[in-house]
């Protein structure tokens, strides 16, 4: 759980657009746009995740999502802003 009761991510998978497909400890899968972040973390940092090979290098990490030079995301932030799934609609096509 997170600092404030939300569940942590178990899984994640990169999907078209700068998506990601995340699975949370209670069972739910989610959708999280990174686009909005991305536009507002400008800078070298969380720039190198706009380049799809690195993007894809997502990982899970502290109950979140994290890439290999750090970047990562609030785990409250992930679980609060991410869009759950419509069972019977799949999510985009995986990879970047």
Known sequence: ???RGNPSAVSVQPL???QLLISFE???SKIFDMKPMLK???GK??????DPNYFNTVRIGGGSVEWPDEQDVCPDC???NSTPLIQGI????SAI
């Open 26 to 28: 209670n069972g739910e």
């Open 40 to 42: 507002e973390m400008q």
């Open 1 to 3: 759980m997170t600092a």
């Open 78 to 80: 992930l679980y609060e």
């Open 45 to 50: 940092w969380y720039g190198e995740l706009l």
């Open 90 to 93: 799949n999510p985009p096509a």
């Open 16 to 18: 078209v657009d700068y």
